[in-house]
């Protein structure tokens, strides 16, 4: 019996390893994340809101369009629950600040959706 040609990569022989440091690198970020938006809040709370919004909008969206994709009901609960969250806050903001912000904030919306689909 001939020997491999090629060794495993260095992350397949140590699973338990990687998985703890992914683990612990998001739970850093959870907690990085939280407690900036806290920070923010105390000085501007409506800044704080807008990036709270992009923050939920942005990871709805990167839920359900990783590679390879996740099981069924992950992308339904976590992406479609943050998307949609994260799209109520900002429209909320719009309207809070003034009705004619979310009405150009439309427009430039379906402007970028008609430009992107002729090409």
Known sequence: MNPPTQSPPPD?????????????????????????????SLAAPLVALLLTGLCLAAGGLTVLYLKPPLPHWVRLVAGYCALSTGLWVLTGLALYLTPWSLLFALVLALGVFLSSEGA
């Open 12 to 40: 397949h022989r140590a699973p338990r390893r990687r998985i703890a440091r992914d683990l612990i690198g998001l739970f850093l970020v959870g907690t990085g994340v939280v407690g900036l938006l806290g920070a923010i």
